[in-house]
């Protein structure tokens, strides 16, 4: 055995660990590189088991490629990641080294006889080095999704600050314009009234009143859809679905224009079927019917028809209101339900409308993650409709 | 090149190795470890198509070069994507890891000597030949960097063997290569003869 250990001296003489053992797994050479790391001297450790300084060897995982070492077999690999290392230092607070090992066969001197010859590489400081560096990146990485979502935040807050902005617009112009003109149109009309009164006959006096009355309903209309838009727009309107029966709100919506209708002789019905019921916010799709119809009424001339319809898909339900009206024309209908996008158009009957109707519905219509479209032809009449997904809504 | 009964036979030596090498595998990783052969393919090295994994895909390969009664050398070869994904398997790492530094490149190449040593060792018992081999060794390239030799007539035959690693219903595929020269193809053809007449 010392004379085999003489023979391997050569290998004291390298900067990696080297190691000899027999089939019987003692140890036949053990270097001075090992000595240093591992604290064990090659005289204490010569002709015994290497089991015995370390018992890991002798699992399966280990033991079954070292044997076919002794076979002759092909060098077997241990890397450090797997297995941290085989050759632990018994040196008292030394610290704890990481191996990468490779075994291979040596031939004896008795033929068909092999050795294994370990050789330990000190991957120890190149693993620290690896592990600073993964360590940096992944803290890199970690700022660069950290800036990524503060960006977005910032581009969200931008948006969400821009679309403020055109509310306020909207509303200043709704009131600089629209609330002042008809305002200023009462005004002056009253002011006439009252100096040509005494000169007035019955008749002409009805008609005034007439006239007087209908700017009335819209100013009032107006006002009232402002105001609505204004509290869904402070959060003040909640959103409340529950089972509602649209049939009704089909003839609720017929009921409340039968009037305007009549005035422009427009056949105005609901085909929706009763016991129609969705799971929505009443009040929400009623004002969202009534717009949507108003505005129907508003752009269909005299003798026109008028329907409100509701469809069942699969997964959703759509509710449409078809006009035989004017129309609109693709560039119209891509300004429609926008705040950034000023668009009016004057009635068959001189109706103003300021778009605000739309972008109420809009914002109603998206509060139960549905969806609003108008699709039409210029000269033959439009049909806007919504949809609303069944997981929110149960039809019976 | 080779007729229906070698491949036959070649088949089934490689599909015993890979057997020995997944109980190995899964011992160490403590997870369950499948890996099969589902195709085998034999052509010369001068022939080596250049859509084996198309030319411009990064590989990574474990090498093991043997010789004494043949000569040549065995490959298991991965696009080094799948290697990466590969390693963080058995590592339990995060699989996004695309680094690929010297100790992944230590725990592939220990993943590649368990497979590459159980499929040759299974060929050397099962044809009763002893041969010498080389430290394996990792090499990162395209196709031809890889196959690069050293004699510009070189013309050995590859035995291309697709391999699929499945682990936590994970598929990684790669190639076990056997690179048989030349000179040494009668003698391998021989003793694969010579294993059918004895079974």
């Known amino acids: ?396 | 090149m080779f007729n229906e009964i070698q491949r036959d036979a070649f088949r089934e030596i490689v599909n015993m190795g890979v057997g020995k090498a997944a109980n190995l595998l899964n011992t160490i990783i403590g997870h369950h470890i499948h890996l099969n052969v589902p195709n085998l393919r034999i052509i010369k090295n001068e022939n080596l198509d250049e859509n084996f994994y198309g030319t411009n895909v990064n590989l990574s390969a474990v090498n093991l070069a043997f010789n004494g009664f043949i000569n040549g050398a065995c490959k298991l070869i991965f696009p080094t994507g799948s290697a990466s994904k590969l390693v963080s398997l058995f590592t339990n790492e995060e699989s996004d890891l695309e680094d690929f530094d010297a100790i992944r490149v230590g725990t592939l190449s220990e993943i590649g000597n368990i497979v590459l040593n159980s499929l040759i060792g299974t060929l050397c018992n099962q044809l009763k030949v002893n041969l010498s081999f080389t430290v394996p060794t990792y090499k990162e390239g395209f196709v031809k960097e890889l196959f690069e030799t050293s004699s510009p007539e070189d013309n050995s035959i590859l035995i291309l063997a697709g391999t699929t690693f499945i682990i936590e219903e994970i598929n990684i595929s790669g190639d076990f290569v056997l690179i048989v020269e030349l000179g040494s193809l009668q003698l391998f053809k021989d003793l694969i003869d010579k294993y059918v007449g004895e079974l």
């Open chain 1, 1 to 396: 055995m010392e004379h085999q250990a003489n023979y391997f001296s050569l290998y004291n003489f390298v900067p990696v660990g080297i190691c000899v053992i027999d089939s019987n797994y003692e140890v036949i050479f053990w270097n001075t590189q090992l000595e240093i790391w591992t604290n064990i001297k090659q005289k204490d450790i010569l002709n015994n088991s290497i089991l015995e300084y370390n018992p890991r060897i002798s699992e399966f995982k280990y033991k079954s490629r070292i044997d076919e070492i002794f076979q002759g077999g092909p060098p077997t690999v241990f890397s450090s990641q797997i297995h941290g290392s085989l050759f632990p230092s018994f040196k008292k607070g030394a610290k704890r080294q990481i191996h990468q090992t490779t075994v291979s066969a040596l031939p004896a001197q008795k033929a068909g006889q092999y050795f294994a010859i370990f050789s330990i590489e000190d991957v120890s400081e190149l693993s620290n080095r690896i592990r600073e560096h993964r360590m940096a990146k992944e803290l890199a990485l970690e700022e660069v999704e950290l800036r990524k979502k503060a960006e977005m935040t910032l581009r969200e807050s931008e948006t969400k600050l821009k679309e403020l902005n055109a509310t306020k617009d909207k509303f200043f112009s709704i009131i600089a314009h629209d609330l002042k003109n008809p305002l200023s149109v009462l005004l002056t009309v009253t002011d006439f009234l009252k100096s040509i009164w005494d000169d007035l006959s019955q008749e002409e006096i009805k008609e005034f009143v007439f006239d007087l009355n209908k700017s009335a309903k819209q100013l009032y209309n107006l006002l009232e859809n402002l105001l609505t838009w204004a509290r869904s727009q402070r959060g003040n309107i909640p959103f409340q679905p529950d089972l509602m029966d649209l049939s009704t709100v089909g003839q609720t919506t017929i009921d409340l224009l039968k009037m305007n209708a009549e005035d422009k002789n427009i056949n105005l019905f609901s085909s929706i079927p009763a016991n129609t019921f969705v799971y929505a916010d009443n009040n929400m799709i009623t004002t969202v019917v009534r717009n949507l119809t108003s505005n129907a009424v508003k752009f269909t001339p005299r003798g026109g028809r008028i329907e409100i319809k509701a469809v069942s898909g699969d997964d959703f339900i759509e509710i449409g209101i078809r006009d035989s009206g004017v129309g609109l024309s693709p560039e119209d209908i891509a300004k429609l339900f926008r705040l950034d996008v000023s668009h009016t158009t004057i009635g068959t009957g001189e109706e103003k409308g300021t778009g605000l109707g739309l972008i109420m519905c809009k914002d109603f219509i998206d509060k139960h993650q549905g969806k609003i479209w108008a699709e039409s032809t210029l000269g033959e009449g439009s049909e806007f409709i919504f949809r609303l997904p069944k997981n929110l809504v149960k039809v019976t």
